[in-house]
């Protein structure tokens, strides 16, 4: 809720940004190589009957250290798993020694009285027989860059700890295994017996300030599955999806900045949407529109104070400047995110450049008015308390469309080729109106309730005789193309048409034919043209978006398709990792998840496909909530 770490199957945390989701990474692996920073805790194989010990000289005080066979193990876990409804990770080993378990987690600050300081936790845990192991840490400063000065602090007390120091930043390790340093790497070599537990802690602090305390592993672990557990039992969805659905609830609950309720799109940089290609973004900042969405799912399922605290990061990054709205902000609200490329990480398996920052951020993309009206309307009909300045805030954004909606945009998919009079944009705008119509008549909120009343009427004239192929039967990307967009699928969705209009069903069965895969899945739009011309401004290809077809999914159960629509849904369910997680994109020719992880945007319509498959029965759920009895 502050930051995040992955770890890979062989027990390596390759990536983690200390100490916000957005700031520089200490262990950059993931982009790289080892030499770009990791900690491995696993089974150390081959192994010595007895470890060599770490040996002093006596006159000169050096440490004699013994070989290290290995940078370090890199084992597969055979099991890997959530502890329950929590992001407790378990991962576990069987060698010819025994087996051993490693916990992973991170507790949350305010339980640990630290906010200001983020950890991780590693617990390695004897299940049978007795396992060599090691725990090999090396830490880069600023994405695998920077060498820190890594020493020893002895302690008053007895024994040591170990700290990696650069520039403003510091790392204490602190274990209950020796420590040596080999090669600008950190070593603890050990062996775990049935029944020990051996805890191992990683802990921030700004360099300036004194060493941080020393974490109690147990007692941090207790609380962080109290609170994974009684946060998760104010779901409210208790259908027969609901192991799928509380893993990406926990998810979006993990990408919320905590501090400010800022929620991020997802916790990494550039993993790629085409593997070994340019589509690299950084993704770690507030898009209004993924956040919104969030939101809608977190509202519908009984999380309403993360609303409340999404509501108040609006209201302060808006700063009462809606003319200037940006798509995206930093998770504190910050406006200027400048993209650069880091040149020294070779990429994820080759897939350059990697960027930080994002130069989307200066987009106009009208449809952000259509999703941010459509959570604040959400979150009024669900009965979040009434906030003036919401609602102010709301009439300001309409005034500013209602000048502007003729303008072509970017759109959803941020394209960087020409501005276009993208139809979803326009429906989103419609949306805005729309919501912003129901407050007024709903709530003491004042506004030109006739004009804005034409305005909706205009903006809806206009998308179906400028959007609409009238030959094809469907809608099309933009005024006056042929292409088609899986974006289009949301017009049933937010109720601009009925689903059961013969120009909806036309645009589904259109994505259908033209933009799934073999498998059934749904590309966003073609990257290229009929002359294979790239149409978007950037080379390559890029997989299935899996937001799109949870879409499809649903549109399918809105048109009485029920059973088509529930197995897509299971289909794009088996596509989750092994602990639930889901990227951006489906690569269909290399069979794998591709783009930034875990992804908010993939998540989101997990939810939101659950819920209308289990309340369908061969209806479909209706977008708009009844308002509520005062």
């Not at 906010?115 to 400063?141: H, K, N, T, W, Y």
């Not at 609602?391 to 501005?419: C, N, S």
């Not at 092994?578 to 690569?587: N, S």
Request: glycine fraction near 8%.
């Amino acid at each position: 809720m502050q930051t995040a770490a992955l770890v890979s199957r062989d027990g390596a945390v390759d990536w983690l940004c200390l100490p916000r989701f957005d700031s520089p990474a200490v262990f950059a692996g993931l982009l790289g190589t080892d030499e770009h920073g990791f900690w491995r805790i696993g089974p150390a194989e081959p192994v010595p009957t007895e470890p060599a010990p770490v040996t002093q000289d006596a006159d000169t005080g050096e440490f004699r250290v013994p070989p290290v066979t290995a940078a370090a193990p890199a084992l597969p876990a055979d099991r890997r798993r959530y502890r329950g409804d929590s992001l407790i990770l378990e991962q576990e080993w069987d060698t010819q020694g025994g087996s051993v378990r490693v916990i992973d987690f991170m507790p949350p600050r305010h339980l640990m009285g630290t906010p200001d300081v983020p950890q991780m936790i590693r617990i390695v845990e004897g299940l049978d027989g007795r396992v060599r192991m090691r725990s090999a840490v090396r830490m880069r400063f600023s994405y695998g860059r920077v060498v820190p000065w890594v020493h020893r602090v002895e302690q008053a007390e007895g024994g040591h700890r170990t700290v990696a120091v650069a520039g403003p930043d510091s790392v204490w390790l602190d274990g209950e295994a020796e420590t040596y340093g080999r090669d600008l790497t950190t070593y603890a070599d050990f062996t775990i017996a049935k029944g020990e537990r051996i805890a191992f802690a990683l802990t921030w602090q700004a360099s300036h300030l004194p060493a941080p305390e020393v974490a109690d592993a147990e007692e941090a672990l207790d609380s962080t599955e109290e609170f994974w557990r009684d946060w998760v039992g104010h779901c409210t969805y208790q259908g027969p999806y609901r192991e799928a659905v509380i893993r990406s609830l926990i998810t979006l609950k993990a990408l919320t900045y905590a501090p400010t309720g800022g929620i991020v799109a997802a916790p990494t940089t550039s993993l790629p949407e085409d593997l070994g290609g340019e589509r690299n973004w950084d993704y770690r900042y507030t898009w209004l529109r993924d956040a919104a969405i969030t939101l809608s799912s977190l509202l519908r399922t009984g999380y309403r104070e993360e609303a409340r605290a999404w509501r108040e990061w609006l209201l302060r990054a808006v700063a009462g400047d809606p003319e200037n709205l940006q798509i995206m902000y930093g998770i504190a609200g910050e406006r200027e995110l400048t993209e650069s490329e880091l040149d020294w990480l070779p990429g994820y398996e080759n897939s350059t450049p990697v960027r930080v920052g994002n130069g989307a951020a200066g987009q106009l993309q009208l449809d952000v008015y259509g999703e941010v009206v459509e959570a604040l309307h959400l979150a009024h009909m669900t009965g979040l308390v009434r906030n003036d300045h919401a609602h102010q805030l709301q009439l300001k954004l309409i005034t500013y469309l209602e000048k502007h909606w003729r303008e072509p945009d970017e759109g959803i998919w941020e394209v960087r080729g020409p501005r276009r009079h993208f139809v979803h944009s326009k429906v989103m705008a419609w949306v805005a109106v729309d919501r912003t119509i129901k407050l007024i008549e709903q709530t003491p909120a004042e506004g030109p309730l006739e004009r804005w009343k034409e305005l909706r009427d205009e903006i809806h004239r206009d998308v179906c005789e400028r959007g609409y192929d009238k030959d094809r039967n469907t809608f099309t990307q933009y005024y006056g193309g042929r292409e088609l967009d899986a974006s289009l699928l949301l017009i049933p969705q937010v109720g601009f048409l009925p689903p059961d209009d013969k120009r909806v069903i036309g645009t589904i069965e259109a994505i259908q034919r033209e933009l799934s895969t073999e498998d059934g899945f749904v590309l966003r739009y073609p990257t290229h043209d009929e002359q294979g011309n790239n149409v978007d401004g950037l080379s390559g290809h890029e997989g299935a978006f899996l937001a799109c077809s949870f879409w499809l999914a649903d549109d399918l159960a809105m048109i009485g398709r029920v059973g088509e629509a529930r197995e897509l849904f299971d289909k794009l369910l088996s596509l989750r990792n092994d602990v639930g997680l889901l990227a951006e994109e489906w690569d269909p020719r290399a069979k794998r998840q591709v783009g930034n992880f875990p992804q908010a945007f993939s998540h989101v319509p997990l939810i939101d496909t659950a819920l209308r498959l289990t309340a369908c029965g061969g209806a479909y759920l209706s977008t708009q909530p009844e308002a509520p009895t005062m």
